[in-house]
């Protein structure tokens, strides 16, 4: 008597473009196990319709025709659905785009933008326990970790931190974005925590490459400084000079990456990054982000949150393997670290006699920070 079970199939790659796709079916090669993540697969029915070879293929959203999910499950292939309604796709397979995460500003405010409806829609499941959003929200922020391996792809990562208030027109505010630019002079993709800011300061530094252009996006910006009380005009007239970059500079390098979160939902995303890794989850943002900076973490002065960064990072360079190579902690702002926020000492304390002490920094001189990190 024939076992009516599926038989278990090993994985296949992951097809995440439709030219991806279109090369596996002209090879030949059997369909099973394969991972087609995000795809619109309606100009593909005819050729998947004909292919009994899908046992153990994974859909991971997308759009699909009916007929040919019909087909696909009658031959055990797995259909991971999503919710129509989410204002974000819990399956993308790329890092979001300024643009994106704010279209609608214009026209309907910031209230109305995937960016702020990814926000209450996360937080409404969290209030009435909605299992299925959950769901959909941690595999979210499991394509986007994926997605945020493959952008960085093996380039040597700064981390810039710092607190999210402060605001534009500034001197700390320079001094952040013009860390960023020779960070990125340095051939060091800058990678901050994404949100407004120090944060913002530091992404803008390394987004423009021609140093004039920069001066003239920090004078422009400081005409609407802060976040606060409204968001729109803020982003607005970030998105203008975004813009105005990418227009100027089409073949430029990519310098810069945020990493922000809904957690926080006062904190709006900065738009100077080539992609931005937005998270429902603050904790696997947070130890993603400071897992990635494999060239050094450079600290600007901030408050609990920076504080926060600070120790995680610390926490990492305590426990490094005897004999292993530590990225850099550089902390900028001497009397800031030993006064006002005094943790200098205890950073030092830990570190004493391990691998940590030659790891840690505190200067006041940003021109010093790029020699300093790992190149």
């Keep these: 008597m024939s076992d009516p079970r599926p038989r278990p199939v ?3 790659p992951e097809i995440e473009t439709i030219s991806a796709l279109d090369s ?9 196990g394969l991972r087609l993540q995000d795809l619109d697969l309606t100009g593909h029915e005819a050729d998947l319709l004909g292919r009994a070879d899908v046992e153990g293929m994974v859909v991971l959203g997308g759009r699909l025709p009916p007929a040919l999910e019909g087909h696909l499950r009658a031959h055990h ?3 991971f659905p999503t919710d129509p309604h989410a204002p974000v796709n819990p399956y993308r397979a790329t890092l979001y785009q300024p643009h994106e995460l704010y279209a609608g500003l214009d026209e309907r405010g910031y209230e109305q933008t995937p960016d702020a409806e ?3 829609w996360s937080r409404d499941a969290a209030l009435h326990h909605d299992a299925f959003v959950t769901l959909l929200r941690a595999i979210h922020d499991d394509s986007i970790t994926d997605a945020l391996g493959e952008f960085i792809d093996g ?9 999210h208030a402060l605001e534009r027109g500034t001197t700390g505010y320079a001094v952040a974005a013009r860390l960023g630019h020779a960070l990125a002079a340095a051939g060091l993709l800058v990678a ?15 987004f423009c490459p021609d140093p004039t252009r920069l001066d003239d996006a920090l004078e422009r910006l400081a005409v609407v400084p802060s976040f606060r009380p409204d968001i729109a005009p803020w982003a607005r007239l970030a998105l203008q000079i975004h813009d105005e970059v990418m227009e100027a500079g089409r073949a430029r390098a990519v310098t810069s990456v945020g990493i922000p979160t809904w957690f926080y939902g006062h904190e709006p995303p900065n738009v100077f990054c080539d992609g931005i890794g937005k998270y429902f989850s603050n904790a696997i943002r947070e130890d993603g982000l400071l897992a990635r900076c494999t060239a050094g973490l450079v600290v600007l002065e901030g408050a609990a949150g920076t504080v926060q960064e ?11 393997p005897e004999g292993t190579a530590v990225p850099p902690l550089v902390l900028v702002g001497s009397e800031h670290w030993r006064e006002r926020v005094p943790i200098w000492a205890g950073l030092q304390a830990l570190a004493r006699g391990r691998g940590m002490e030659t790891a ?3 200067v006041d001189d940003i021109t010093e920070v790029p020699g300093l990190l790992v190149g």
């Design 10 to 12: 090993p994985n296949g």
């Design 24 to 32: 596996a079916l002209a090879s030949g090669s059997p369909l099973h």
């Design 310 to 320: 600070v120790f995680q990072a610390a926490t990492r360079l305590y426990y490094a």
């Design 77 to 79: 292939a797995l259909i």
């Design 155 to 163: 380039r040597p990562v700064v981390g810039v931190m710092g607190g």
């Design 118 to 120: 990814a926000y209450h």
């Design 192 to 206: 901050t925590g994404g949100g407004p800011g120090a944060m913002e300061a530091a992404n803008l530094g390394a």
């Design 360 to 362: 840690l920094h505190l």
